[in-house]
C-alpha cells in the first residue's frame, strides 16, 4: 500500500512565523499535491509539483511555498502565518500517467492553528 | 476548467437503507472522475473511479456509481449503509491535459441506528 506521511498531526504556531509542513512518500511517485481543506469549501489545491525541483501554483498559491528537493518529499512552506491558514492541510501523491487519471493517495492531514 | 457541484451538504440515513450522493460536474470534454472518502481524523481514501466504458462503475466497501453524461452527473449509490459509512464523501473531476483534480465541497453522512 501507498504510504504518504505528514510529519504532524497537529500544529500550532503564532501569527508571523515560518511554517514548514513536510511530507513523505514511499511509493516512488512523481506526482505530489499540497491542499488546504476548509469546511463548505471542500479541498483547494495550494501547489503540486511533477518532479523533483518542479512545481506549479494550484488555485489558492497566495501566502505559501514549495520544496521538493527529493521525489519522496515535498514540503509545503508559510512565508508568514496569518491567522487566516488556520486550516487542515493535505498532502497526496500520485504515480504519472494521462493528465489526472492516476488516483492520489492521501496523508492524514495537519491540522494547523495559528494563534 | 473544471468544476464540480455536490449539493447536498449533510444527508442523514438510517442504517440498512439505501444511500445516494450527487454529484454534478462542469468540464468540456469527456472527464475523469472520482469518489473519495474521509473518515474522522483521517485522509481521503478513493472508493471509485471512472474514465471511460461502462458508466456504472464499482467501488470499494459495496458502493457504486453511475456516469451520466446527458446530466453531467456521478451519483454515488449504496444499497444499504451501515454504522461505519458515517464520513465525509467528496466527488473529484479531473482531465486528460492536466494533473489536477478540482473537487467539490463535500457531503458529510450521518447513520443514525
Known amino acids: 500500500d501507498v504510504k504518504v506521511t505528514q510529519s504532524s498531526r497537529y500544529l500550532v504556531k503564532r501569527t508571523g512565523e515560518k511554517v514548514f509542513l513536510e511530507c513523505v512518500q514511499d511509493?516512488?511517485?512523481?506526482?505530489m499535491f499540497w491542499y488546504r481543506q476548509d469546511p463548505g469549501l471542500g479541498l483547494r489545491l495550494i501547489y503540486f509539483s511533477y518532479d523533483v525541483k518542479m512545481k506549479e501554483k494550484g488555485d489558492i498559491p497566495e501566502g505559501y511555498s514549495v520544496s521538493r528537493e527529493k521525489k519522496e518529499r515535498f514540503s509545503l512552506i508559510l512565508e508568514s502565518a496569518s491567522t487566516n491558514q488556520t486550516s487542515m492541510y493535505l498532502c497526496?501523491?500520485?504515480?504519472?500517467?494521462?493528465?489526472?487519471?492516476?488516483?492520489?493517495?492521501f496523508g492524514d492531514g495537519t491540522r494547523l492553528s495559528i494563534l | 476548467a473544471q468544476s464540480v457541484t455536490q449539493p447536498d451538504i449533510h444527508i442523514t440515513v438510517s442504517e440498512g437503507a439505501s444511500l445516494e450522493l450527487r454529484c454534478n460536474y462542469s468540464?468540456?470534454?469527456?472527464?475523469?472522475l472520482f469518489w473519495y472518502v474521509q473518515s474522522p481524523g483521517q485522509g481521503l481514501q478513493l472508493l471509485l473511479k471512472y474514465f471511460s466504458g461502462d458508466t456504472l462503475v464499482q467501488g470499494i466497501k459495496g458502493f457504486e456509481a453511475e456516469f451520466k453524461r446527458s446530466q453531467s452527473s456521478f451519483n454515488l449509490r449504496k444499497p444499504s449503509v451501515h454504522w461505519s459509512d458515517a464520513a465525509e464523501y467528496f466527488c473529484?473531476?479531473?482531465?486528460?491535459?492536466?494533473?489536477?483534480?478540482?473537487f467539490g465541497a463535500g457531503t458529510t453522512v450521518t447513520v443514525r441506528a
Open positions: 473529484a473531476v479531473g482531465a486528460r491535459n492536466d494533473y489536477k483534480l478540482s
Open positions: 511509493m516512488d511517485h512523481e506526482n
Open positions: 468540464y468540456g470534454a469527456t472527464p475523469y
Open positions: 497526496a501523491s500520485s504515480p504519472p500517467g494521462q493528465g489526472s487519471n492516476q488516483p492520489q493517495h
